[in-house]
């Protein structure tokens, strides 16, 4: 059975950081890409950062320089450190895992910047 779990979100102030980190288990994890995406109310839900199982990482404009992406095959998770947090930032944040045509997702975790 795969699972993707991902923890770490909350209350932060603008400004502020987070680190998500997302486990997976059930899959070869190393030869997944890895992605977060997030949705905010109302909104679709968009791709904030992505990284390759050979580790090349890609970022939506909106988060470049503010956020990195990171994989350790070791230990099957991902993480998503989150500097300069606005309030614009606020939204589910999910973890996917794709290789080819299959797709896994999370169940989510919630962000919130917010003073």
């Known amino acids: 059975q795969v699972q993707l779990v991902e923890s770490g979100g909350g209350l932060v102030q603008p400004g502020g950081s987070l680190r998500l980190s997302c486990v997976a288990s059930?899959?070869?994890?190393?030869?997944?890409?890895m992605n977060w995406y997030r949705q905010a109310p109302g909104k679709q839900r968009e791709l904030v950062a992505a990284?390759?199982?050979?580790?090349?990482?890609n970022y939506a404009d909106f988060v470049k320089g503010r956020f990195t992406i990171s994989r350790d095959n070791t230990k099957n998770t991902i993480s998503l450190q989150m500097n300069s947090l606005k309030p614009e930032d606020t939204a589910v944040y999910y973890c996917?895992?794709?290789?080819?045509?299959?797709?896994?997702w999370g169940q989510g975790t919630q962000v919130t910047v917010s003073s």
């Open positions: 996917s895992a794709r290789w080819t045509v299959v797709n896994y």
């Open positions: 990284i390759t199982s050979g580790g090349v990482t």
């Open positions: 059930g899959i070869i994890f190393s030869i997944y890409g």
